[in-house]
């Protein structure tokens, strides 16, 4: 790699700007919208590994596709963009434009959550590895790929097995390969361990981080499971009902939570020796149908004053520390 | 590759057992039901033709008469014995003869049908199939086409119509309206079959009535599995990685989506041959072909048991080993399945 392309790549900007997305669903004959991606902003330059938190349903699968630019008549953009900026090239997603899909897996490459049924069952490896080559009009060398796969720790000779012929960490792998192996600049990465034993999840997890780091590349990691984020992100957002209810460095969140949602969530990360009963969120998680009008997290929250019945809140700075934090909440204001 | 032989030859076997199973017992079963059906008996059906022909029998001659009618179509003894005695038969490749054009042996009468048939159902069956297979895995890809939907509304169109009558509406405006093509046979009455160019122009337009409403009856069928098929895997999780990794369309087409429905696919059509035999009885009588549908039905008509079994025979055998070709090419086209028997 000349100087000039690691240059380029510590250029990578990213910026999402009031993105609301919804899906279309039909329910008992009436269509429906789900507001999955509500307002969402946040800014990364460089080369950084941003993880997204939330609990399950609240909408990370959904920002993840709206990142990647990957929305169908189903799900559509409703308002706000988000501009990729990668030193030479410029590319956006917006309600009425999609370019990023010219820098689809060159520039910009996604993991998707269900990556273990993500290949085709009746292809040999080889065969996909080929596809893509093909298909991105790169010149396919075994050798190289095969460099690339000793990278993600396999074992060359997959490439002449089927993917049922692979274990789920395995399949994760390669899914890995495929996604960094034209070099993007940044990785959308879904829940890429959900469905792994706890030894093979923190392999992964150290796998990514390499890449990451090695590569220069800027991360886009989304999870449910806020204990695997600290030795992993810089950057984390904390979503909640379709929001980014709290955004910041991750030490500063660990130690210095700001958003009620965030303090729940944090208090359920187990220690070694805590005694202490874990208590579960109160309320149910929020209906993204009909979501509760003002603060999606009011109904839940303990510390509920009028106003946030009334108004959402918006991701603005908080200078309660000398790091940089944003939260989404009436108490900080 | 040792071993991969060893295990080759182990599911070989082991099919083809499973093959001669089907047909032994096939057979029997084929045996069985033409005799216990009660006063479908030849012998009696003959003697009683003559009884009705107004002939004069006297009571202690029919008895004799039965008995030499029954031996001469190989029926005397107790069934076990005649059970016995067709598969000796049967294995040196004598079906006997036929009851109602005797002395002709079955075998001679087959002969000279299946070559129609075959010809006509093997070569309808595959056209349609591949022109049906190729164009649904298209549409399911590219639903909004317009030529998709014509297609899509011809085929739904053609779906309910009861092939006979499809098959009728064909035959009067192509044969008796416009005249285009003549109304029966398979080849022009006085040609002597030959490799000639004029007997096999006469083959060809005997034979393009029945196999156009074949291949479009046919057609719209594999076009809407296919479809369907194939429309469920544009939905799976690989299909959609494929998109979001920018796999060139084609590719996708091919090697993604048709594919992986190919399996279902080509089961179907392996099946399809199969019954050949069986579903060609409506075509050849309404197109009045020559084949074995029509050889099987006026075997029906006069009890002609040794026919009849002949032609179950045919279709037994056909649809074990369509059963085991379907066996050993699955493998091929889906990795999933191996002939070791399990996967991985
Ligand atoms: N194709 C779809 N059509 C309609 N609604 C959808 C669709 N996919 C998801 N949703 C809805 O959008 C909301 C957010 O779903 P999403 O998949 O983004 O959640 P998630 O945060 O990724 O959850 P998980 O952690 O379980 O993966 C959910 O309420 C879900 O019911
Ligand atoms: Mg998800």
Redesign the interface.
């Known amino acids: 790699m000349s100087k000039t392309s690691l240059d380029l790549q510590t250029t990578v900007h990213v910026e999402a700007s009031n993105l609301k997305a919804y899906y279309l669903t039909e329910q008992q004959g009436v269509m429906k919208e789900v507001k999955a991606v509500e307002d969402v902003s946040f800014d990364i330059e460089g080369s950084k590994f941003l993880a997204i938190v939330g609990e399950s349903g609240c909408g990370k699968t959904t920002l993840a596709k709206v990142l ?1 630019g ?1 929305v169908n008549s189903n799900l559509s953009i409703i308002g706000g963009r988000i501009c990729y900026s990668f030193g030479d090239a410029q590319y956006e997603v917006s309600p009425t434009a999609n370019t990023l ?1 010219d820098a ?2 060159k520039k910009i ?2 993991v ?1 959550q ?1 990556s273990l ?8 490896l080889k ?1 996909i590895f080929l ?2 080559a ?3 009009g790169v010149p396919f060398q075994e050798e190289k790929v095969k460099n690339h796969l000793k990278m993600v720790k396999l074992p060359p000779y997959i490439l002449r097995m ?1 993917p ?2 692979l274990s789920g960490g395995m399949r994760q792998r390669v ?1 890995i390969a ?1 996604a960094t192996l034209l070099h993007p600049s940044v990785i959308i990465a879904d829940e890429p361990t959900s469905a792994l034993d706890v030894v093979t999840q923190r392999d992964i997890l150290r796998l990514l981080k390499s890449i990451q780091v090695d590569a220069k590349s800027t991360f886009i990691f989304i999870t449910h499971d806020i204990s695997l984020v600290p030795d992993l992100a810089d950057f984390m957002a904390i979503m909640y009902g379709g929001c980014i209810v709290e955004y910041g460095p991750t030490e500063a969140i660990f130690s210095r939570p700001l958003h009620p949602y965030t303090k729940f969530l944090l208090s359920t990360v187990p220690t070694i020796g805590d005694k202490t009963e874990k208590q579960p969120i109160p309320g149910s998680p929020v209906n993204l149908i009909d979501p509760p009008p003002g603060c999606r997290f009011h109904p839940r929250c303990p510390y509920g004053e009028k106003i946030c019945a009334e108004q959402r809140p918006g991701l603005v700075e908080n200078k309660a520390n000398s790091w940089e934090c944003r939260v989404a909440c009436w108490l900080y204001r | 590759m040792g071993g991969f032989l060893k295990f080759f030859i182990r599911y070989l076997g082991a099919r083809l057992i499973v093959c001669f199973l089907v047909i032994f017992v096939g057979v029997t079963i084929t045996f069985l039901i033409p005799r216990l059906i009660p006063g479908s008996n030849p012998a009696e059906i003959a003697v009683r033709r003559l009884q009705m022909a107004g002939a004069y029998l006297p009571p202690e001659s029919v008895e004799p008469m039965r008995e030499a009618l029954l031996k001469l179509y190989g029926l005397e003894g107790s069934m076990i014995e005649q059970y016995f005695r067709y598969w000796r038969e049967l294995l040196k490749g004598n079906l006997g003869p036929s009851f109602a054009s005797f002395p002709t042996p079955v075998v001679v009468l087959i002969s000279r049908s299946l070559p129609w048939t075959v010809g006509l159902l093997a070569l309808t069956a595959v056209v349609s199939w591949v022109i049906g297979t190729l164009l649904g895995g298209v549409a399911s890809y590219r639903g909004k086409r317009l030529w998709v939907r014509v297609f899509e509304m011809f085929s739904n169109a053609v779906r309910p119509i009861p092939y006979y009558i499809f098959a009728l509406t064909l035959l009067i405006i192509f044969a008796y309206v416009l005249r285009w093509f003549p109304a029966g046979g398979a080849f022009q009455v006085g040609i002597v079959p030959s490799f000639s160019s004029t007997f096999v122009k006469s083959v060809i337009k005997h034979g393009f009535l029945p196999a156009l409403s074949l291949i479009i009856i046919g057609m719209g069928a594999w076009f809407l599995n296919m479809r369907n098929l194939a429309s469920g895997v544009t939905h ?3 299909v ?3 998109h ?5 369309e084609s ?1 996708i087409l091919k ?2 989506v048709m ?2 429905a190919m399996p279902a696919q080509l089961t179907g059509l392996a099946l399809q041959l199969g019954t050949v035999f069986s579903g060609t009885i409506i075509t050849e009588i309404v197109f009045n072909y020559p084949g074995l549908g029509t050889l099987a039905f006026t075997a029906i008509m006069q009890s002609d048991y040794n026919l009849i079994m002949g032609i179950t025979l045919c279709s037994i055998v056909a649809v074990a080993f369509a059963t085991l070709l379907v066996d050993l090419l699955l493998p091929f ?4 399945i191996q002939y070791t028997g399990g ?2």
Do not use: C
């Open positions: 990647y990957f899909k689809w897996w490459s996604y998707p269900g049924s993500a290949l085709n069952p009746v292809r040999k065969d596809d893509l093909n298909s991105h089927y049922f012929e899914v495929l | 799976e999780d690989f959609i990685f494929a979001q990794m920018k796999i060139k590719t090697n993604y594919k992986t086209v889906d990795p999933r996967a991985g």
